[in-house]
């Protein structure tokens, strides 16, 4: 993480050809932690090997769960049973994963022993009393730096559920509190007003495991034990939107992306971005480890910009810095508003798209919640990805529709979600050059 690494991409060229874009990091996190709970072996298949999902495995081979992944993509887990886990010897590093340090906190709050989870500089500048304080209403004994950041010591503690309603649209949030439920006396019951990405109740299904989800609202009680699994990891929609996104925006580009994860919660930038006119089709629709899966194919369109459904905000969240480069491509001016969350990511994404897409001479707007991108015509700059992933990734697929070279400096963060993405993007046709 702390290589020092810039892409430098040249202006024009399409995407051609079929990809199969790494596993989903979302689902891969949970495969770790559900199959550590539960009882016996666990397989996957299609594992995300990056550097998020190693943090999570790590953690929990710190606490005596073997777990052993090979360079297919399988993944075996030796689950040690809900109150198996050991105290960790030493405090639990989750790098720069938001993901494993939101779920984990919820999961250790209920143990029979002490933790700490500390994470690099972005990690440990981002928001954990919105895990923190409803934990705490559960009985966990947590302390944070007094900014609400980490590191965070936890003392584990007997748990009692709550009826909580999510003040943030937050798909990490739901989990941690369900993770603690695991672990809590009597029943949680979480009402969520907006839909976040659902991979957390569709694990504990696999595993067998009791939980009630009727209009926005879950009911979960502790205690029982989880049955092992063996599942297939679709492909990461969140890391085939770049290919989405680069793919609309390069004339003559033709694509196919195989196998990727469709979920409902997760699939709006493909909603959104045929809104703006982009040609995506949905081919071989079928349902993998219980999540529906398909193969995506995309042609070079002409976009429009709109304003984007506030309805779909949460379930593309992800999605934006791939979404706002589109943006920048198209027709007239795109209006993102009721994101506020992307302030909160690896980056302050609002921020970091704005920054990146004024070097490329396109005129934007941001605003706390959002921002408004006037539709131009990119030329070539240098851009600071601010040690985030998506922006990386995303402001190389600007290099398809730029005038002029496009060089993204501190693109090291890439390993988090998609080791791998500059080569996979090559063999499609960006000409992109790493260097360190
Ligand atoms: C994730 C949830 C989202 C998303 C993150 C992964 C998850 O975060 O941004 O990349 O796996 O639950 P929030 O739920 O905090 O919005």
Known sequence: MSRNITFTVQPGGCLKGRVRVPGDKSISHRVIMFGALANGESHASGFLQSEDTRATM??????????SADDLGNVYIHGVGLRGLSAPQQPLDLGNSGTSARLMSGLLAGQAFSSEIIGDASLTRRPMDRVVLPLRQMGANIETSAAGTL?????????????YTLPVASAQLKSCLLLAGLYADGETVIHEPTATRDHTERMLSACGYPVQIIDGTLRLRGGTELQPFDIQIPADISSAAFFLVGASIAPESDLLIEAVGINPTRSAVVDILRLMGAQIDIRNKRLLGGEPVADLHIGAARLRGIDIPPALVS???DEFPAIMVAAACADGRTLLSGAEELRY???DRIE?????????GITV????????VEGGKLQGGEVISQGDHRISMAFAMAGLAASGQVVIKDCANVGTSYPGFAESAQQLGLEIEVRE
């Open 58 to 67: 790590s953690a929990f081979q710190q606490m005596g769960v073997r777990i």
């Open 151 to 163: 590191p965070m010591k936890i003392q584990g503690q007997a748990l009692t559920g709550i009826d």
């Open 365 to 372: 707007e941001t605003s706390p919640d959002g921002m408004i």
């Open 352 to 360: 970091s798209v704005a920054a990146g897409l004024r070097v490329l």
């Open 345 to 347: 990511k690896e980056s």
């Open 315 to 317: 379930i593309a969240i």
